[in-house]
């Protein structure tokens, strides 16, 4: 059954739809697959073994009936540990919610499970999604399959290292800053950062979510698992006030539809460093467009700095939310994570003019390129995977940053703005690891991204080539 380890998704539920493998034989692959990666990996630290082998069974038994199934039928799910689900606790990556057990599935999870996916467990993040990479006092650091000294990122790194060593074919994930597509590159994964409210967000700790930043989306292992899971999961629904209506299409039935001669522009570093090999390598990823035939445009327009407003709008909410639990429990947070949420009350109406002034910028920088390019590419990252406890890097060939945040300059600026971005594996650095190219369109074009996501895969597919461990 080894062959079925890094199979897409979308093939395994084909698979027990046509009645060539059952769902409870794949559930009991992926426990024993976990059984034997997770010691390395550390990608779960819930499961639910047991119950998800006996909804496994009950459909086998639905399927020999011949009772219609979803679209994710019988496939084993992992949940990132920032989201609830029925039976399990929601931990938060943070000691004071060791014992937090979910009353409800979240909206997205409710969904999933709709489809027929079976949830197996839940994966590892970081404290509250905080940083990008994947270690916490409760759980420890998450490890990359590519290489165990790496980090595979962050927020959702136990998703994209369960994604990466093959022991699930999906996997939940979150991105309020490139916490989807900063482990995906670090792990050769393909993940989808959508439009605000295309996957509706449920309350966190009771409290309605505020910052327009942060949404959901999936980490798998090729883009059309990606489409049907947002087909399984996408729309209005009440519980979000921001969440907007289906979009009336089925990105997996479009994903063939990319428009011809696109115009394209390519940013290779938007003002910063860039790890050498990992430039070079992006390059050769936008030139697959022009090979496509597209038309693919270098530019080099100054990008306007969003880092600090970027913290100085997120960092409220984080604050609002915890400040009970902090004064309390302070000592059972982790100290950056409670020096950086406790800096909120620092940040006065001022500041946050300035943040929005400088997210306008950035809006209408967003706005100049979409009038004259149909898709923006770049890095999703500067540098290679590094490890696993941290730091983030400091210097990329030889020069130091200016900014700790330089190190994901690529991904939090499409969070302020809001445009659908996606990173799909660019190539591999001289120490073989992976490194990411994003795809950037329009607001709400989700659409546009999945179709030249699949038709870059299509020119050079990846999951043929996965780490063995």
Request: net charge neutral; glycine share 10%.
């Amino acid at each position: 059954m080894n062959e079925l380890y890094w199979k897409p998704a979308h093939e395994l539920a084909a698979m027990i739809r046509q009645r060539e493998i059952k769902p409870s034989e794949l559930m009991d692959v992926t426990i024993r697959r976990i059984e034997a990666t997770n010691s390395k990996l550390n990608a779960f630290v819930a499961l639910r073994a047991d119950e998800a082998m006996a909804e496994a069974r009950a459909l086998d038994e639905k399927i020999a009936r011949g009772e219609k199934v979803g679209t994710l039928a019988g496939l084993p799910l992992g949940v990132k540990d920032l989201e609830d689900t029925v039976g399990l606790v929601t931990s938060h990556g943070s000691k004071p919610f060791k014992d937090n057990m979910a009353k409800k599935d979240s909206i997205q999870v409710a969904r999933l499970k709709s489809a027929g996916a079976i949830v197996i467990g839940k994966t590892n993040a970081p404290e509250f999604g905080y940083t990008a990479f994947t270690k916490n006092l409760l759980f420890g650091p998450t490890r990359n399959p590519w290489n165990l000294e790496r980090t595979p990122g962050g927020s959702s790194g136990g998703t994209s290292a369960a994604i990466a060593g093959g022991v699930v074919p999906i996997s939940t994930g979150s991105d309020g800053g490139g916490s989807v597509r900063i482990p995906a590159c670090y792990t050769g994964c393909y993940g989808l950062k959508p439009n605000y409210g295309r996957i509706p967000n449920d309350p966190t700790l009771g409290m309605q979510q505020w910052n327009d930043t942060s949404v959901h989306g999936p980490i798998v292992r090729t883009v059309r698992d990606a489409a049907i899971f947002m087909d399984a999961v996408v729309g209005y629904h009440p519980a979000d006030p921001d969440s907007i209506p289906h979009p009336g299409i089925s990105y997996a039935a479009i994903l063939e539809g990319l428009p011809k001669r696109l115009r394209i522009a390519f940013h290779p570093d938007f003002g910063h460093l860039v790890q050498t090999d990992v430039a070079r390598e992006i390059a050769k990823a936008a030139a697959v467009f022009k090979d496509l035939g597209h038309s693919v445009t270098t530019i080099d327009d100054p990008v306007p700095d969003t880092g600090r407003a970027w913290m100085q709008v997120g960092a409220g909410q984080g604050y609002a939310m915890l400040h009970e639990w902090l004064d309390k429990y302070r000592g059972d947070f982790g100290r950056a994570f409670a020096t950086g949420t406790e800096a909120a009350v620092r940040v006065t109406w001022k500041h946050m003019g300035e943040a929005y002034r400088r997210r306008t910028e950035f809006n209408d920088w967003c706005q100049r390129v979409f009038e004259r390019f149909d898709l923006q590419l770049c890095p999703v990252l500067p540098t290679e995977a590094f490890p696993a406890k941290g730091p983030m890097p400091t210097e990329i060939n030889g020069q130091p940053l200016k900014h700790a945040l330089d190190a994901v300059v690529f991904t939090y600026p499409f969070n302020m703005s809001g445009h659908p971005a996606a990173s799909v594996r660019a190539g591999l650095t001289d120490s073989g690891l992976p490194c990411g190219l994003q795809i950037v369109a329009e607001r709400y074009r989700e659409d546009l991204v999945l179709q030249a996501s699949y038709a870059y895969e299509q020119a050079r597919p990846w999951n043929n080539k996965w780490p063995e461990i």
